[in-house]
């Protein structure tokens, strides 16, 4: 970068050759670190749509866990084919249980 020019060069630009060369020097490292920020901050989101993929499979898990896990408890532990349901009420056509039966 300039800060690499000769120093015939700096002294070419006379008294304030030596500042113009420290001030060169300043702003090329400003440009290597917005560069490598910028490089950093590419990586990252080239690497987003993974890590929303990893956090939604994460949750959908812990969803199916709390499924499975509340199930257990309401069934106390046995298996859902064993669960039995009681048997409705017969509907007997009036007109003021048809809201209710339906």
């Not at 015939?8 to 020097?25: A, I, M, R, T, V």
């Not at 490089?39 to 989101?45: A, G, I, V």
């Not at 890590?51 to 499979?57: G, L, Q, T």
């Not at 509340?70 to 007997?92: C, R």
């Amino acid at each position: 970068m300039s800060h690499q020019l000769p120093d015939k060069y700096w002294d070419l630009l006379g008294p304030n050759g030596s500042f113009l060369c420290e001030l060169f020097h300043n702003q090329s490292q400003l440009v290597a670190q917005l560069q490598a920020a910028n490089n950093d901050l590419q990586t990252q989101m080239l690497d987003a749509p993974d890590d929303v993929a990893n956090a939604a499979s994460q949750a959908m898990l812990a969803v199916a866990r709390m499924i499975l896990t509340n199930i257990q408890v309401l069934t106390g532990g046995q298996p859902m084919g064993n669960a039995k349901v009681a048997n409705p009420e017969t509907f007997d056509r009036s007109q003021e249980k048809t809201e209710q039966f339906i």
